[in-house]
């Protein structure tokens, strides 16, 4: 009988959490690519922000908008960003290290006043950031997360 009432406990956690998985566009379980070496190179749109500790995401309020589009180009743990957000033409750097870390990131662009606090965060965001991890999900795009603000918050990329 204990075995029993076991196994459909076991049963009912794994139904939970297959449902969960499905539920959660935006949280997934590890990467599955940050080595120095490889992974940001490609062009992505940034779809969410994401407060870590809440979870809370702050969507695309514009998802078929102009919105933010990155290019990552990578020479080895060296790269280049190319691309636009609302209202502006940006570009800079990055370098990565060993355990996900981006080192040393520039990222500036045209001075045109960003349409909404949304496209604007852009800025703030990749000025500040600290670390990537790349995703991928079953079925979809693969995701690239850029942390900023001490790893407190992401970005929240899909390939294009």
Not at 14 to 24: N, P, S, V, W
Request: glycine share 10%; proline share 3%.
């Amino acid at each position: 009988m204990q075995r029993l009432v076991t196994n459909l406990a076991l049963i009912c956690l794994l139904c939970f959490t297959a449902f969960r998985c499905e539920q959660e566009d935006f949280i997934i379980d590890a990467p599955y690519s940050c080595s120095p070496s490889g992974g940001m190179e490609g062009t992505w749109r940034l779809q969410a922000y994401q407060h870590i500790d809440s979870r809370k995401l702050e969507e695309d309020p514009e998802p078929n908008g102009r919105g933010v589009v990155l290019t990552f180009k990578e020479d080895g743990d060296k790269g280049t960003i190319q691309g636009h957000t609302v209202a502006n033409q940006v570009g800079g750097g990055y370098q990565k290290a060993d355990a996900c870390q981006l080192l040393n990131v520039t990222f500036g662009g045209t001075k045109v006043a960003e349409p909404t606090a949304w496209s604007a965060k852009a800025w703030t965001a990749m000025n500040s950031a600290t670390g990537y991890e790349i995703y991928r999900n079953k079925g979809q795009k693969d995701q690239l997360s850029i942390f900023f603000n001490n790893r407190s918050e992401r970005m929240i990329f899909v390939k294009q």
